[in-house]
Structure formats: C-alpha cells, structure tokens
C-alpha cells in the first residue's frame, strides 16, 4: 500500500527505557506530523516538519521527547526516559504540503508500565 | 484549554436516519476546519472539510455546516449506515503560515440496523 506505515503498532516498555518509533510517510509528501492520542483525549500536535525547514517543536511535551527525519522521508520519535504518562497511541500523519489534508498512519500504541 | 470541543462522546442512530455531530471552537483565528473518521486500531481518515468563507460543503451524504458567528460546525449523515460506525473527530485550524491541526476529543458514532 501507499499510505503512512508506523511500527511498531505496539510498544511495551518499562518506566525509564527510551523508545524509538517510526514513520515512513507517503512517498512525494513535504510534509510530516507527529500527533499523540492519550486515552479519552482528541488528538495532541507535537511536532512538524515541512522539506528542509527547522522543525516545529512547539507541541513536544518534555525535553525527553525528540524527532527526526532523514532524508526528508522517515521519521523517529524518540521519547527518553519513559514515564507512565506517557502511554497513548502515537500517530503520524504526512501531507503534500502544509496547507493539505494530513493521511495518518495506524499509530503505535505505547505503554510504560 | 480545549479550544476545540465535541461536548457529545458518544451518539447512537438507526440505520437510516440522520446522524448530526456537533462541534464547537473558541479561536477565531481558526478558518479552516476538518472532520476525520477513525475505527479501532486505524488511523484517523480525512472525510470532508470546510472553509471559513463558505457555511456549508456537502460530499455525497456527509454535509458540513458552519456558523462562523456562534462557532460552531456540524457533520451531518443522511442516510446513516452501519459501517458509519466510528469515532468522528472535528479539527481546526488557521491559515497562515504553518498552523497546526487542533482536534476535538471526538464522537463515537453507534449506528443500528
């Protein structure tokens, strides 16, 4: 398929271990988005990128939260030091630009026990 | 703050009938607004949108209204159908520059045979 893919779709990981998760968006969209859905809550913005530009970071919650895309392709969430908190479904969305409709991936789902 | 609300979590219809959900904003700068359907362990799918400048969109049976002067919008569903089923989250946002999605905490929509 074509669409956004996240992996893993689940993550089970202690209190205090760093995660890393994936997004590999549409292939030709610019654009790319981190989103997080804790329960009972809409979904939360965390972060953007758009080409070559500085990310917009302005939706991390914590310094032990960070992003990256290389190549302007693949993504990865880094959260550090996991905290209970932290559980939620982490989504991805990608757009052909920034003024587009955004495609989600299926999300990752994390739980720090 | 929820700048962007769907005060109804839940909504159940027969099939048939109409289905209307609500949502409500309190950023006028917001000019842009998005209804995304999500079903478990999927990713939220982009359905219809609207801009500020027009007070409704209609594609196929799903119709969006805006009332920019009481800041409100509804999605409408005529006929409903089972496979309607999901949770239907409303999203907003401006448009200059970038300007992130802000999402409403959303509606599950039951639909009966």
């Known amino acids: 398929g074509a669409g956004v893919s996240q992996s893993p779709s689940n993550k089970v990981t202690e209190k205090g271990k760093d995660v890393e998760l994936r997004c590999d968006p549409i292939?030709?969209?610019?654009?790319l988005y981190w989103y997080r859905q804790s329960l009972g809550q809409g979904l939360e913005f965390l972060i953007y990128?758009?080409?070559?530009?500085?990310?917009?970071k302005s939706g991390l919650p914590s310094d032990r939260f960070s992003a990256e895309r290389t190549g302007g392709s693949v993504s990865t969430l880094t959260i550090q030091r996991t905290q209970q908190e932290d559980s939620a479904v982490y989504l991805c969305?990608?757009?052909?630009?920034?003024?587009?409709?955004?495609?989600f991936g299926p999300g990752t789902r994390l739980t720090v026990t | 703050d929820q700048q962007v609300k769907q005060n109804s979590p839940s909504l159940s219809v027969q099939e048939g009938r109409i289905s209307i959900l609500n949502c409500d904003y309190t950023?006028?700068?917001?000019?842009?607004f998005l209804w995304y359907k999500k079903y478990p362990a999927e990713g939220p799918t982009f359905l219809i949108s609207?801009?500020?400048?027009?007070d409704k969109n209609e594609d196929g049976r799903f119709t969006v209204f805006l009332n920019k002067s009481a800041k409100h919008l509804s999605l409408h569903i005529v006929p409903s159908q089972p496979g309607d089923s999901a949770v239907y989250f409303c999203?907003?946002?401006?448009?200059?520059?970038?300007?992130?999605?802000?999402f409403g905490t959303g509606t599950r929509l039951l639909v009966s045979p």
């Open positions: 950023n006028s700068m917001f000019d842009y």
């Open positions: 609207i801009s500020s400048i027009k």
């Open positions: 969305a990608s757009s052909r630009d920034r003024g587009y409709e955004q495609y």
């Open positions: 292939s030709g969209h610019t654009a």
């Open positions: 990128f758009q080409g070559n530009s500085a990310p917009d």
């Open positions: 999203a907003a946002k401006g448009n200059t520059g970038f300007q992130k999605l802000v």
